[in-house]
């Protein structure tokens, strides 16, 4: 990972989740940060900021599935990687 890649990942790391946040609920657990668009090459630009609980928990991303989880917040990858690097711009 380059070192512009880790600054770019700690900055989305202090962001609070995308989910809670448009779910107007207090965030729980810390953030972390989701690789999206799971391919080989995988980029340290492309990711979102994300709580354990809507990463890696039952009801987050990996938790739910892709397509489950995209129904559920009506958000896809791209829209979260949108909104992360609107957050990182202002």
């Given at each position: ?19 809670c ?44 599935g892709?397509?489950?989880?995209n ?20």
């Amino acid at each position: 990972m380059s070192a512009a890649g880790k600054r770019w990942m700690s900055r989305v790391a202090e962001l609070p989740c995308l989910i809670c946040e448009q779910m107007g609920v207090r965030q729980e657990t810390r953030t972390e940060v989701h690789h999206c668009f799971d391919n080989s090459h995988r980029s340290d630009v492309l990711v979102a900021a994300l709580c354990t609980q809507h990463h890696s928990g039952p009801l987050g991303f990996h938790g739910l599935g892709e397509r489950e989880f995209n129904r559920r917040y009506r958000l896809d990858e791209l829209r979260l990687v949108e909104a992360t690097i609107r957050r990182l711009a202002k």
